[in-house]
């Protein structure tokens, strides 16, 4: 199985001719992450983890690509002249089989920005592939309810605090840990957040795997 990273919280799951796609927003390139794709699954309808002109397109020139997506980020793309027979709306506690995929959905909430900003709906993605678990949080610390091999930690938003992506690796077995969500931050963000997450006495034994956009990690 191989996951490869496209860019801030998107990433791409490769195996017996699976390929599935999450999050590809406008802060990836997710073009490139969608090229051959057979299935997208959105956590959320913020733009940086849906890229509404570019995932619509795609639906119509590949009429064997689907996408699974919290409600309100499948109202978007229906909104916006998505084929409506492709785009399915996701509730946290659903079990899908999707080709050589297994996906558990949880979740249900973003994580909190403010007091005064709504909570978007945001779900979670399970990912059993290969032999492998792979897990999206989307904008969450919510944390799978089984081991898992690879857990993506976001690592920067107007949500969070490294202090808390520290506290959400601690609390996995994870053998693999993935930074995503990451394009506010600089080299000298990315440094400290490394720092910090790759410490077993902060977050735990695994291996902190940060990966350029288009890079690979194959299990």
Not at 11 to 24: N, Q, S
Not at 77 to 89: D, K
Request: with cysteine; charged share 15%; net charge negative.
């Amino acid at each position: 199985m191989r996951l490869a990273f496209h860019g801030h919280a998107c990433v791409r799951l490769d195996h017996a001719g699976t390929a599935l796609v999450i999050d590809p927003g406008t802060l990836s390139r997710s073009v490139d992450a969608l090229d051959g794709a057979t299935g997208v699954f959105i956590t959320h309808d913020h733009p940086d983890h849906v890229d509404v002109d570019v995932v619509v397109p795609a639906l119509w020139a590949h009429p064997s690509l689907e996408v699974f997506a919290a409600g309100p980020a499948a109202d978007v793309l229906h909104t916006a002249g998505a084929p409506g027979e492709r785009v399915h709306a996701v509730e946290p506690g659903q079990s899908l089989t999707f080709g050589a995929a297994h996906v558990v959905v949880g979740g249900g909430a973003h994580a909190l920005i403010h007091p005064k900003i709504p909570r978007a709906v945001n779900v979670t993605y399970l990912v059993e592939l290969g032999g492998r678990v792979i897990y999206h949080p989307g904008d969450s610390f919510d944390l799978p309810d089984r081991d898992v091999d690879v857990l993506l930690v976001p690592v920067s938003g107007p949500w969070m605090k490294l202090g808390e992506a520290i506290d959400y690796a601690a609390s996995s077995s994870a053998p693999y840990v993935v930074p995503v969500h990451d394009a506010l931050l600089s080299e000298v963000g990315h440094a400290m957040a490394q720092r910090q997450l790759a410490t077993a006495a902060l977050a735990g034994e695994h291996d902190y795997r940060r990966l350029a956009v288009g890079q690979t990690l194959r299990l």
